[in-house]
């Protein structure tokens, strides 16, 4: 079976870190670019970060410059995105996408992830 899992999700207070995984499973990510999405109660879905297939990264939203990367690792088959300086407006289910090549958000995911939730409260 061909899916994507998060995990790492949970409440963080605000300031605070979390690392959330995306592993592959039934599929090699090495020729995939992942993406993060998130979406918050009440709001649209957002793209957060990306990171192509060669590991370069791209940042589609700037509220997280400076606080989120994203990282992978072939050999694990698994990308992970920390997140640093959690603030409540981060609360979200964070979903995971695999799109093939390059990071182009616009473009159809190939394979999504049921998502984890992050809650940045005190």
């Known amino acids: 079976q061909l899916q994507l899992v998060e995990s790492g999700g949970g409440l963080v207070q605000p300031g605070g870190s979390l690392r959330l995984s995306c592993a592959a499973s039934g599929f090699t990510l090495d020729y995939f670019a992942i993406h993060w999405f998130r979406q918050a109660p009440g709001k649209e879905r957002e793209g957060v970060i990306c990171?192509?297939?060669?590991?370069?990264?791209?940042n589609y939203a700037d509220s997280v410059k400076g606080r989120f990367t994203i990282s992978r690792d072939n050999a694990k088959n698994t990308v992970y995105l920390q997140m640093n300086s959690l603030k409540p407006e981060d609360t979200a289910v964070y979903y995971c996408?695999?799109?093939?090549?390059?990071?182009?958000?616009?473009?159809?995911?190939?394979?999504w992830g049921k998502g984890t939730l992050v809650t940045v409260s005190s």
């Open positions: 996408a695999a799109q093939r090549g390059l990071c182009r958000i616009h473009y159809d995911m190939n394979y």
């Open positions: 990171i192509s297939s060669s590991g370069g990264s791209t």
